[in-house]
């Protein structure tokens, strides 16, 4: 015989095909039409990339703003009153944040299923790898965006003064800590790659919308005390945030750039608080050990 004969009892249905591998029907009698190959599933299909409404990013960015600026001119307003430095941290960090908190909320239960997953709020034991990997190059695109403002002489400003006026006291140190290092990577992730990149997706081509983003982000740090020093600040941001974008749109979640950003204002933090860049005079230098973001 030069064929095995098909199965006579099994009914009728796709079988794994005898002669030739693949997948073939039989009709309860007899094998029909030709084996239909398969293709092996090597690796797990990935999520497609997640998107919101752009009004979802828009909001976000206009909150975030609104916020921002009303919280520098109550701080402004309130300095007079000599009180303690944690004060105008919590005060600062409150008003500057909370609003985007609440959007935050709403979004993910108008557009979304009510979970902070929505927004790619997610994290794996991976991310502990990523995470550092991020911030490296993140560093590494921020000396090479400080080169660029020396090569043509850009103006550029600092974002944050050394040593905190030499104050040693625990609790300013430790809510400069807290806001800088837990309430500003979750708050700025989450609104910035959570949000904004994610609206920006559903009505742009994916490097517009992470460039985008990325220039909002830096932006964003701008402050007019800083005058056109704010030029190259924004400038150097902006490379930073288009990383951690292109991270969180590679990742489609932004546990490892919650964690790059962390450990960017926390090393940032520490150079500052011990006085390392209390003599720094050149913006490479500046940018490369500090880009507090």
């Known amino acids: 015989m030069s064929e095995l004969p098909p199965p006579n009892s099994a009914p009728a249905g796709w079988y794994t095909d005898p002669y030739g591998g693949g997948r073939r029907y039989f009709d309860g009698r007899e094998w029909v039409g030709e084996p239909v190959p398969v293709t092996p599933q090597l690796a797990e299909r990935r999520d497609a990339h997640p998107s919101l409404p752009a009004v979802a990013a828009w909001g976000a960015l206009l909150v975030l ?41 709403y979004v993910r239960r108008r557009w979304g299923e009510g979970r902070f997953r929505d927004l790619g709020w997610r994290f794996r034991w991976s991310d502990l790898g990523w995470g550092p990997l991020t911030w490296l190059v993140a560093v590494v695109t921020q ?63 994916p490097a517009v919308a992470i460039g985008l983003q990325g220039l909002l982000f830096g932006v964003a740090h701008v402050d007019p005390v800083r005058g056109v020093g704010n030029i190259g600040l924004a400038l150097v941001l902006s490379g930073v945030g288009v990383v951690l974008g292109g991270a969180a749109y590679l990742f489609r979640r932004i546990g490892p750039v919650v964690l790059a950003h962390a450990i960017l204002n926390a090393v940032a933090l520490t150079l500052a608080l011990t006085g390392v860049l209390d003599d720094i005079d050149s913006p490479f230098d500046a940018v490369f050990l500090l880009g507090l973001v």
């Open 65 to 105: 703003t609104v916020s921002l600026v009303a919280s520098k001119l109550v701080v402004d307003g309130l300095v007079g009153n000599d009180w303690p430095l944690i004060v105008y941290i919590v005060i600062a960090s409150v008003l500057a944040y909370g609003p985007s908190i609440g959007w935050v909320v």
């Open 143 to 205: 000396a090479l965006l400080a080169l660029l403002i020396l090569l043509i002489d850009i103006p550029f400003a600092s974002n944050i003064e050394a040593g905190g006026e030499g104050t040693d006291e625990r609790t300013y140190i430790v809510a400069l800590l807290v806001a800088a290092v837990i309430a500003a990577p979750l708050v700025e992730e989450i609104v910035f790659r959570g949000l904004v990149m994610r609206g920006f997706l559903s009505a742009m081509h």
